[in-house]
């Protein structure tokens, strides 16, 4: 019994610092799944809640269905009636955790409404109205949602573009 036991441990080699070793090459594998897994699952979340956001944005524009003409920078241009609630209140109550931006849908043309330019790290919204926004009724509208956004770590610190694009038929009441 004493030969057993004095067998054991001499073959018993001292291993002091080779976890701490192990430890060191393991954890920063280990540790770039982890906040990979988050980060990509944050970019999956954030292009859901935008096609969210264009579903309700594209809902809410057919139901209001006409722009009006009001003053932006001293100069008439027709901007979306805001009735009952503005496209952007709409898409940011659909999205909540998007940053949505507040500038108000005015015409760029007889057949878009714009923000104007693009605020980057905001959802930013275009609609397309057919045959034009001033009566788009028998037409459709479509609504296209962007952001550009930063990954979350640095290994995928990268921009992304997001697009969502929603389009809804204009019935004449």
Do not use: W
């Amino acid at each position: 019994m004493m030969k057993f036991r004095g067998l054991l441990a001499t073959r018993r080699r001292p291993e002091t610092g080779a976890t701490l070793v192990e430890f060191a090459l393991v954890a920063p594998i280990v540790f770039m799944l982890i906040f990979g897994l988050l980060a990509g699952s944050f970019l999956v979340y954030q292009n859901s809640a935008l096609h969210d956001g264009a579903t309700a944005g594209a809902r809410m524009a057919s139901v209001e269905a006409s722009s009006t003409a009001t003053l932006v920078n001293s100069n008439t241009v027709p901007c979306e009636t805001d009735q009952p609630i503005s496209i952007e209140k709409a898409v940011a109550q659909a999205a909540p955790l998007l940053t949505v931006n507040p500038a108000p849908l005015c015409e760029t043309s007889p057949t878009e409404l714009s923000q104007g330019a693009d605020v980057a790290g905001d959802v930013n919204i275009t609609v397309d109205c057919l045959p034009n926004c001033a009566a788009p009724q028998g037409g459709s509208l479509k609504v296209r949602l962007t952001l550009v956004t930063q990954g979350l770590v640095a290994p995928i610190g990268l921009t992304y573009h997001m697009e969502a694009i929603s389009q809804v038929p204009v019935v004449t009441p």
